[in-house]
Structures are given as structure tokens and as C-alpha cells.
């Protein structure tokens, strides 16, 4: 989102400088409705009357000789001659950004806050722990934390970062991998020890199993035997239904069923001996990539880009789990 003292130095040359500042102004103040999506809000976050915001897009209309935007009771879209019109204002509005970026960076610290959210398997198992490590090295950054397993509006609700597992779909976010993750089979002990010896895939049929809903194909598993490639499909109709990767990870924990579970959230249980791995030698076809995903490349605040490389270099530097389980 444009920086305030941006929009507003611009606005303060309006009135004392030439034609120029004045389309300049108006470019920026356009971005801001399109991002925003409504008059109301961009004035809001301008702090500028909405009848001005609206003149300043109107002024422009008129100097173009287009319509930049269709206007109806609950939206706003761009024309096409808009959508052109706002990829070159937001490279302009980018550029004055990097203006300031440029100078902050020469600060010796970073700081300032950033609001983020994950599921919550990701953040009790991985993130929050990360989180913590960062403002040990930047103390000056603060974190808006909101954890939950619906998919949340990027910026809609203000996020500067989400981090996603899994195929992300195409909304128009940008998105960088910051490592992948590989779903396992597990059991608890105690659950192992009410029933037969689990050798091949086909052993899994009529087992309690413990389904996360929002994987792509919750009750059907499809694996791949590491050394011969064999590939085997397996439907596994569920016993307990979460939307919570958490929530199935404890279930699985309790000896209730067995479950398809991240490695990163299952590592440690694994390590430990409170879960064991089962059929090691088979794996789903395809690792998962844990992504971030920000509304804006261009204007990433340094103190984002700082984070997304040390959550990448904290994933490349995890151990693999040991396969050492029940097989």
C-alpha cells in the first residue's frame, strides 16, 4: 500500500507546482482506489474526501479520454484501457516507494510491524518458534499473528505475508517457495498394538483413518514405492473428519487412527517415539511446497523481505525425517 508521506508530499506539491504533479498525484491517488477497491476506502486511507478522490479519477478520465474504471453499487472494475492505465501507475507509485525503501535501508536496524498468517499446524509446529528467532537478531520488528485453517484475504484484511502448504490458487497474490514438506503416515504405538502388522498399502483398508478435508483428495491416497516406483491408490473412507491439520495430528497422537501428516509438524513426535512412521518405504507421490505469498513484489517492505529468506533458510536447514518405522 502507498505510504502515507508519499501520497502526501505529492499532495502538498499539487498546489504549487505544475500540470505534471498534478497527474502525478492523480496516478497515485487512482492506485490506491483499485487496491483499495472502493472511493470510500482509498479516501479513508488517504485522508483525503471521497468527492476529492472521485474528482481526482474523474480529472484523469478526462485527460485520457478513456473510462479507467465501471462503477456499480457493490464493485469496482477496471476497463481495459484501466487495467493498462494502472500497471504504469503502480510502476510509478512503485518507484517512488523504492525512493524511500532505498534510504531505509541504509538504517543499521529493521523495524516496524508485520502482520502475517498461517494455519495453525504451521504456526504451533514451525512458525511461531521462527518468529521468535527473528526478533532475537531484529528486536525493533513486531508481529500481528493470526492464526487459522480458512484461507484468509490477503489484502482485504491487510496481510503483508501468509504462509501456505500446498498448490496455492491463482488470485492474483504474488507468492515465493520457501521449501517443501512431505506428508507421512502415522500411527501412535498404542494404536499399532491393537492391530495387525501394517506390511503393504492394502493392509490400510478398513483401519480408522483420520481425514484433513482440505487436502485435494481427503479420503483417497496415492503413493510411490521409493525403490520399484510402483505406484498404488488406496481409498480410505474417514473415521474422523478435521479441517484442522492440528486437530488430526492430535487425534492420530491419542491412538485413535492412523493419519497423513506434515513432516514438519510430526519430526519431533516421530523422533521421540510418540508416533511411528508407517510403510516407510512408500511415499505420496508429491512433496507439498510451503509457500509465502504477499500482495505486492515491488513494495515489499524490507523488514518482509528479511523474513521470507530467513523462513527459507530455516526450511533448507531442517533435518529429513529418519525413516526409521514400522515398514
Known amino acids: 500500500m502507498l505510504q502515507n508521506r508519499t501520497i502526501c508530499s505529492w499532495h502538498r506539491a499539487n498546489g504549487c ?11 497515485a491517488v487512482f492506485v490506491e482506489v483499485v487496491e483499495h477497491g472502493s472511493f470510500s476506502k482509498a479516501a479513508t486511507a488517504l485522508g483525503l474526501g471521497k468527492s476529492i478522490v472521485s474528482a481526482h479519477v474523474a480529472a484523469l ?19 481495459q484501457e484501466g487495467s493498462v492505465f494502472y500497471d504504469n501507475c503502480r510502476r510509478m507509485v512503485s518507484a517512488g516507494e523504492d525512493a524511500f525503501a532505498t534510504v531505509e535501508s541504509r538504517r543499521a536496524s529493521v523495524s516496524g510491524s508485520i502482520r502475517l498468517t498461517a494455519s495453525y499446524n504451521v504456526g504451533v509446529s514451525f512458525l511461531i518458534k521462527e518468529l521468535a528467532r527473528f526478533r532475537q537478531a531484529h528486536p525493533d520488528v513486531t508481529f500481528d499473528l493470526v492464526l487459522e ?17 500446498g498448490r496455492l490458487p491463482d488470485t492474483g497474490l504474488f ?4 521449501g517443501r514438506c512431505r506428508m507421512l503416515l502415522c500411527a501412535a504405538p498404542a494404536f499399532l498394538d491393537t492391530c495387525a502388522r501394517i506390511r503393504t498399502p492394502d493392509d490400510l483398508v478398513g483401519l480408522p483413518w ?35 491439520g492440528i486437530g488430526a495430528r492430535e487425534f492420530v497422537r491419542c491412538g485413535v487412527g492412523i493419519g497423513l501428516l506434515p513432516d514438519y509438524a510430526v519430526d519431533k513426535d ?3 517415539g510418540d508416533l511411528v512412521r508407517i510403510l ?34 530455516s526450511l533448507s536447514a531442517s533435518p529429513p525425517v ?3 518405522a514400522v515398514a
Open 175 to 178: 507468492a515465493t517457495e520457501l
Open 210 to 244: 483420520i481425514t484433513i478435508m482440505q487436502l485435494p483428495h481427503p479420503e483417497k491416497l496415492l503413493l510411490v514405492h521409493g525403490r520399484t516406483s510402483q505406484r498404488r491408490t488406496v481409498s480410505l473412507p474417514a473415521t474422523i473428519k478435521t479441517h484442522s
Open 270 to 272: 516421530i523422533a521421540q
Open 149 to 165: 485453517d480458512s484461507l484468509s484475504h490477503v489484502i482485504e484484511e491487510r496481510f503483508d505475508l501468509a504462509v501456505r502448504v
Open 61 to 79: 478520465e478526462r485527460r485520457i479520454g478513456a473510462q479507467l474504471l465501471t462503477r456499480s453499487t457493490r464493485a469496482l472494475s477496471l476497463t
Open 17 to 27: 507546482e505544475g500540470n505534471v504533479i498534478k497527474e502525478l498525484h492523480r496516478m
Open 322 to 324: 529418519k525413516n526409521a
Open 280 to 313: 516407510p518405504a512408500w511415499n505420496e507421490a508429491h512433496d507439498r511446497p510451503i509457500s509465502a505469498v504477499f500482495p505486492s513484489r515491488e513494495r515489499l517492505p524490507t523488514r518482509v523481505r528479511l523474513l521470507i529468506d530467513f523462513l527459507r533458510e
